[in-house]
């Protein structure tokens, strides 16, 4: 689990004449970023909020998950919004897997960066999720709930899934956390 810093928020104090870089304005973003994360550590925990069930389906072309849209926090205090059903294919293999789901953030809208440089700059940073298969060996994943997260401390697990006879089958006793309400 994260630790929380115990260093106090700093915020830019704005002034009339008051020349604003480029570190000016992303410290403005970092400090509502991290007080939103804060909020949702302290206050509401991490795991699944809303939706992200996880269903087997079998096909001529194989079996898969398939995630509903849902929300969740992952353990930092992200929000990590999954807007449609996702389907996945299941790997090859035996054994047992852990579904996760991770934040992750992409840079988009590229524009020419100032000066003589041919270069490309990112204009917006864009929020999104990642969702993968680890092998349970991999993860620390325990028989509680509360145990279910993944070795980084940053996925959050949906679902494990075992390997029985011939395909895969959820693992029915295994419940992912949910935040505080």
């Known amino acids: 689990m994260p ?24 410290g403005e973003q970092d400090y509502f970023l991290e007080k939103q994360r804060r909020h949702n550590r302290l206050l509401h925990g991490w795991g699944v909020v809303s939706g992200l069930e996880v269903e087997l389906e079998t096909s001529k072309e194989g079996d898969s998950v398939r995630v509903s849209p849902g929300y ?45 440089s041919q270069e490309m700059e990112a204009a917006s940073i864009q929020e999104g999720y990642q969702l993968e298969f680890i092998r349970e060996e991999e993860s620390l ?3 509680a709930a509360d ?14 899934l075992r390997f029985s006879r011939i395909r895969w089958r959820l693992d029915l006793k295994f419940i992912p956390k949910t935040v505080r309400v």
């Open 3 to 26: 630790t929380i810093e115990n260093k106090p928020l700093k915020r830019t104090h704005f002034f009339f004449g008051r020349l604003l870089s480029a570190e000016d304005l992303r």
């Open 72 to 116: 969740a926090l992952d353990p930092w205090g992200n929000e990590i919004l999954v807007p449609k059903p996702v389907e996945l294919p299941l790997p090859e293999g035996r054994g047992c897997l852990c579904l996760v789901l991770k934040f992750c953030e992409e840079w988009v809208d590229l524009i020419p960066a100032s000066g003589e």
């Open 141 to 143: 994943v325990g028989e």
């Open 147 to 160: 145990e279910a997260q993944a070795e980084d401390e940053d996925q959050l697990v949906l679902a494990r």
